[in-house]
């Protein structure tokens, strides 16, 4: 008989064996714990056996064909607690009088419109940036060179750039964004500046006008054109993208 064939016997002669234990009692598989592993999860893939995994210990082995308990469940090790009624794999049963329903899907749409506003450029070593309201929104700064593209979200345009221009010590993003703009122009290269400050969502059937003061919703839709970004083959330059 092959490893395969003594493992199917001792699953069906004693139902709720483990690995171990298989590993123990069939001569010369010592030294084949991994390939006693293997064979048992192979066994389980064809629907020749069951392997459970108890809420404590390791996983037991059953024959499909093995004795069952009152409610379905397999019988319960010598020494282990029987798990409780309904419980199936481990896993908790459901309280009494709890009924399982179908949630209805979440039905979302974005839809928002970039603006251009000019180019950011160089002007004895400092970077310039096209004058932007004080109000919330998202940018979109493109080098078209390269195909590549930063997504960012503030609640002050205007502030924001301004802190790309001159960023403070501890800010790292603006340090790496300016350092990235003047790296880029330095070789003469385009740099262009977009904006959203207006979008709309649609919840199911229901649009309305996006609040763009609201954190979560510009990071919404930031993510939304990090994705977009990428789809149209160009390289967001977002850490997180």
């Keep these: 008989m092959t490893l395969r064939d003594d493992i199917l016997a001792l699953i069906e002669e004693r139902p ?71 419980a199936v794999g481990g896993c908790p049963a459901m309280p009494p009088g709890v009924e399982i329903r179908a949630v209805s899907p979440t039905c979302l749409s974005i839809e928002f419109h970039w603006q251009s506003v000019g180019e950011i450029t160089l002007h004895e070593s400092t970077l ?45 993003t603006s340090i790496w964004v300016n350092r990235l703009l003047l790296e ?21 059937t229901n649009p309305q006008r996006a609040d763009l003061t609201s954190k979560v919703m510009r990071v919404m839709i930031e993510h939304a054109a990090i994705l977009s970004e990428r789809h149209t083959n160009w390289t967001p330059l977002n850490k997180a993208n």
């Design 16 to 86: 709720g064996i483990t690995d171990a234990e298989i590993v123990r009692t069939i001569p010369g598989a010592k030294s084949r714990h991994q390939q006693v592993n293997a064979r048992c999860r192979k066994l389980a893939e064809e629907g020749l056996i069951q392997r459970i995994k108890p809420s404590i210990g390791a996983i037991t082995n059953l024959p499909l064909t093995s004795k069952q308990g009152t409610e379905g469940s397999p019988r319960p090790r010598v020494g282990e607690k029987p798990p409780p009624e309904g």
């Design 184 to 204: 880029r122009l330095g070789k003469s290269e385009p740099v262009m500046l977009e904006t959203c400050t207006d979008a709309l969502t649609t919840f199911d």
């Design 128 to 172: 310039r940036f096209p004058r932007l309201p004080e109000c919330a929104g998202l940018y979109r700064i493109r080098l078209p060179v390269s195909r590549s593209v930063y997504v960012g979200e503030t609640v002050n345009l205007r502030r924001r750039m301004r802190n790309y221009r001159t960023p403070g010590g501890s800010q790292k």
